[in-house]
C-alpha cells in the first residue's frame, strides 16, 4: 500500500506538474529512504509526526548535512499534502515540523576581471567543435541558462532577426532572452562549420544530443584556467551572468525574467553578492574606509 500511494504521488509530479526529470527522483529517493526507515509492517496513512521526528534523529545521527535534511523534509511535506488532498489520510503530520536553520550559502561567481580570458583563447573558426565549445561557454554566460535547457535548446528556438532564444524551462515554462551580436555571430560561423543536421542546435563530435557531462567537463576544464573556485561547475555561469547584470544596474525583476525564476525571492539572493561588491568598492575608495 504504502510504495502505491508513493507511485500513484510519483506520476502526479510528472503528469500534473510537469517536474523534470531529476525532481521526480530526488522526490522519489528520499520516499524510498523514508519508507526504508518506517519499514512494511507500518501504514504511511497513519503515522504521526513521532516517527518523521526519529526519521530526522537518525538522519542526523548519520552525519547528513542540514540543507540535504530539509529537502527530505520538503519532500515528506510535499507527499503528505498530496495524501490529504486524495483523502488518503485526515491530518497531514508535517504541520508540527519545523526545517532546521542552516547556513545561507551566497551563489559563487567569477569577477569580470576573471571572465575576460575565458573567451580570449584562440579558436578555428572552422572547427566545428571549437566553435561548439566556445558557443556553450558563451551561452552559459551571455544568456544564464540553465544547464539542462542549454542541452534541450533547438534550431528553431534561435531567432537570429530579433537577436532573441526561446528557452524552455522548469515546469515547460517557456521564456525569451536576448543575445549579444556576439552570440548572433558565433551561432552563424557555428551552423555553417556543423558538418550535421540536428534539431538540436548543440551537438557532440559525433552528431550526438549534448550530455550533462560533456559540458560540465569543457566548463571545468576551461574555468580551471581562470579561477581557483572549489566547484567549477555550468552553474557557476549563471550564478556570474545573474551577478554582473545586477553590478551594471540590471532591474531584478528583470533578472528575475531572464533568469526564469518563479518568485522574486530566489533572485535576490545576488543581491547580497552585489552588496559584496559595493562594500569592496568602498573600502577601496573612500578614504575614511
Not at 525574467?257 to 525571492?265: K, P, Y
Request: charge should be positive.
Amino acid at each position: 500500500m504504502n510504495r502505491e500511494l508513493v507511485n500513484f504521488f510519483l506520476v502526479h509530479l510528472k503528469v500534473e506538474r510537469r517536474l523534470s526529470i531529476h525532481t521526480v527522483t530526488a522526490y522519489e529517493n528520499d520516499l524510498k529512504q523514508f519508507l526504508a526507515f518506517i519499514g512494511l509492517e507500518v501504514d504511511i496513512t497513519s503515522i504521526k509526526s513521532d516517527l518523521i521526528r526519529s526519521w530526522l534523529i537518525q538522519l542526523s545521527d548519520d552525519t547528513i548535512q542540514n540543507r540535504s535534511i530539509n529537502r527530505k523534509l520538503a519532500t515528506l511535506r510535499t507527499f503528505f499534502k498530496f495524501l490529504l488532498r486524495r483523502g488518503d489520510r485526515p491530518d497531514n503530520p508535517m504541520t508540527t515540523i519545523k526545517m532546521i536553520k542552516t547556513k545561507k550559502k551566497l551563489p559563487q561567481f567569477l569577477r569580470e576581471s576573471e571572465i575576460e580570458p575565458l573567451f580570449n583563447t584562440p579558436i578555428d573558426i572552422n572547427s566545428f567543435e571549437d566553435l561548439r565549445d566556445q558557443l556553450i561557454l558563451y551561452l552559459l554566460y551571455g544568456t544564464g541558462i540553465r544547464l539542462a535547457e542549454l542541452i534541450s535548446l533547438k534550431r528553431v528556438h534561435v531567432n537570429l532577426q530579433s537577436g532573441t532564444i526561446r528557452v524552455i524551462g522548469k515546469r515547460n515554462k517557456e521564456r525569451m532572452i536576448p543575445i549579444p551580436k556576439l552570440i548572433e555571430v558565433l551561432i552563424t560561423n557555428y551552423l555553417s562549420a556543423c558538418p550535421y543536421t540536428h534539431e538540436n542546435l548543440l551537438l557532440t563530435d559525433k552528431g550526438e544530443i549534448l550530455y550533462p557531462v560533456f559540458v560540465q567537463r569543457l566548463v571545468k576544464k576551461q574555468l580551471s584556467r581562470i579561477s581557483t573556485l572549489e566547484k567549477l561547475s555550468p552553474h557557476i555561469l549563471r550564478h556570474t551572468y545573474a551577478t554582473h547584470l545586477l553590478n551594471r544596474g540590471a532591474d531584478l525583476n528583470a533578472i528575475k525574467e531572464l533568469l526564469g525564476h518563479a518568485n522574486l525571492a530566489a533572485t535576490q539572493v545576488y543581491t547580497h553578492n552585489s552588496m559584496e561588491k559595493i562594500k569592496e568598492i568602498y573600502s577601496q575608495a573612500h578614504p575614511k574606509a
